[in-house]
Structures are given as structure tokens and as C-alpha cells.
């Protein structure tokens, strides 16, 4: 059977993006035709491949078999045609568009732009929030880089990479009247804390930590981001409990001392997501190997 080849770059886009919308922007097509090629698609293979649904397009069984052959026979023909374009970070000239969530932003963002400032001057960053939905950055369309943060249940087109762990501490006030060189369970409890509520997993992460070791807060103020964080501490008696790398930026600053959570609360993780169509493309190789060692060097 002769089949014709044209046609599995769209298969593989689709089951990529489960949209015919989003495939059809990505491959530069009209809806139209790619409707068009799906027919082929459906007939040359024999099987309805993509069944509308609310939120998009559900494969096949066959769609499911069929995919991994397809895709990793392109994807080996992409290494063979991009491992020939050597990606220079001293000559690029581009605009890159990542979602950090407000964490990465205050931690890893400062430390980004000081390498791309080094290493790829020409390489302009820009930021996009990421809350708690994927959708909003543009990474599942592949319109953003990257997304770094806490990242759970990712869809399908999306390949999400751990890099890094963080762990929680307390700062209050240096002089503060009741706590010293440690707190306490019973003054943790016994404190009024400060809470930052950004969009997104962390504080469900907080929160769970707190109630995995019965550990209660007498939460009196909440804010939407780290920043604001000094000035509140600096002049209360409150609490706040904090990511250690913010903790770390944050021990600078005279008014403030950084101790130990009263209980283990363990860690949480940093990721890293992007679409699967950046696998083999060897700038976004390069500029996520660099976010990975900047996230570790920290």
C-alpha cells in the first residue's frame, strides 16, 4: 500500500494538541485543510482516529498504537535535520517567552537573566504568570517556552521535567519580644502568621504539610506575593512561613532572622513543562539545560 507521507506530521500534531485549532496554527494550515487531511488521514488508515469531545479531540485505540511509531520515526528525522543546525547562544536574537509561577519569579528569574545576560546576550526574556492553569500560559499550545513551577496532572502534549527541591522556614522580626534562636511548636501556634496565597500549588502544598503534622496557624494576614513579605514581618510580631531559597535572599535583610520550621515539613518540587514538539529543537534544548543548572546552582 502506498501511503502518503505528507499526512503523518498532521497525525502527530493532533495527537499532540488534541485540537484541530491548535494543529492547524501550528502547522501553518487553515482549518479547512487540515479537516481535509484528517479525512485522508481517516481513510488511508481506517479507523476514525479522533473523536470530538468537550474539551477537544480523544484518539483512537488505534490512534494510541499507531502514535508512538509515527512520532518517534519523525522525531528521529528531526535529529538527523536539526542535530545539523548548531544552536550559537552568543549570536541569537530572539524573544523567549516563559511562565514562571511566583516563586520561580523571586528565586530563579534574577538568576536566569544574569546567564542570558552573559551567555546569550541577544536573547530577550519575557514573563507570563502561571497560576493554576496551563492553559493560560500558552505552553500547551507551544506559544510559551516553558512553564516552571509546581506542575501536576500536565496534559499529554506536554513533557514536564523535575530539576530541583525546596524546603520551608520561618522568618519573623530580629527582635522579636518571644522568639529567639529557635521557635517552638507551642510558639509557632501560639504566633499570628502572615500567609502568601499566590495562584497555584504551593499553598496546597503548605497548607497539607501544616495539617500532615497537626500544625495550626492563626493566619491573620494573606498576600498574593513573597515581596511584600519583608515589610509585613519587619514591622509585626507575625510569622511566615516560606520556601528556604526565598528564606535565604530574605536573612540579608537586618530586620529580619530566618529559623527553622518547629517540624520537619518536608519539600516540595520544581518542574519545568514544555511541549513535546521542543524535544529535538536545539535552542529550547539549550535554554532549558541552562534553567535546570541555574534551578540546581541555587
Given at each position: ?105 523571586f528565586v530563579l528569574v534574577p538568576a536566569l537573566v544574569a546567564r542570558l545576560s552573559a551567555l546569550a546576550p541577544g536573547i530577550r526574556l519575557r514573563t507570563l504568570p502561571y497560576g493554576t492553569d ?49 521557635i517552638t511548636r507551642a510558639q509557632y501556634e501560639g504566633l499570628r502568621h502572615v500567609n502568601v496565597m499566590p495562584p497555584g500549588r504551593l499553598r496546597a502544598g503548605l497548607f497539607q504539610a501544616l495539617e500532615r503534622q497537626g500544625l495550626k496557624r492563626d493566619v491573620v494576614a494573606s ?76
Amino acid at each position: 500500500m502506498r501511503y502518503d507521507l505528507n499526512l503523518l506530521p498532521i497525525f502527530v500534531a493532533l495527537m499532540e494538541e488534541r485540537s484541530v485549532t491548535r494543529a492547524a496554527d501550528r502547522l501553518g494550515m487553515t482549518q479547512a485543510a487540515l479537516s481535509n487531511a484528517l479525512a485522508r488521514l481517516r481513510t488511508m488508515l481506517q479507523d476514525p482516529l479522533f473523536i470530538r469531545e468537550r474539551y477537544g479531540m480523544r484518539p483512537t485505540a488505534k490512534a494510541e498504537a499507531l502514535a508512538p511509531t509515527l512520532a518517534q520515526a519523525l522525531a528521529a528525522m528531526d535529529t538527523v535535520v536539526l542535530g545539523q543546525q548548531a544552536f550559537d547562544p552568543s549570536r541569537a536574537d530572539h524573544i523567549v517567552t516563559i511562565a514562571p509561577n511566583s516563586y520561580v519569579e523571586f528565586v530563579l528569574v534574577p538568576a536566569l537573566v544574569a546567564r542570558l545576560s552573559a551567555l546569550a546576550p541577544g536573547i530577550r526574556l519575557r514573563t507570563l504568570p502561571y497560576g493554576t492553569d496551563l492553559t493560560e500560559t500558552g505552553v500547551i499550545s507551544g506559544n510559551t517556552a516553558m512553564a516552571l513551577g509546581r506542575i501536576n496532572d500536565a496534559p499529554d502534549n506536554l513533557v514536564v521535567q523535575h530539576v530541583a527541591d525546596d524546603g520551608l522556614a520561618c522568618v519573623v522580626r530580629a527582635d522579636h519580644p518571644v522568639v529567639g534562636s529557635r521557635i517552638t511548636r507551642a510558639q509557632y501556634e501560639g504566633l499570628r502568621h502572615v500567609n502568601v496565597m499566590p495562584p497555584g500549588r504551593l499553598r496546597a502544598g503548605l497548607f497539607q504539610a501544616l495539617e500532615r503534622q497537626g500544625l495550626k496557624r492563626d493566619v491573620v494576614a494573606s498576600v498574593t506575593h513573597f515581596a511584600s513579605i519583608p515589610e509585613i514581618v519587619a514591622a509585626t510580631d507575625y510569622c511566615a512561613t516560606l520556601p528556604q531559597l526565598i528564606c535565604r535572599r530574605l536573612s540579608q535583610d537586618a530586620r529580619l532572622k530566618v529559623l527553622p520550621t518547629p517540624v520537619d515539613l518536608g519539600t516540595f518540587p520544581l518542574h519545568i513543562a514544555w511541549h513535546v514538539r521542543y524535544r529535538q529543537d536545539p535552542a529550547h534544548t539549550w535554554l532549558r539545560t541552562l534553567v535546570a543548572e541555574v534551578a540546581r546552582s541555587l
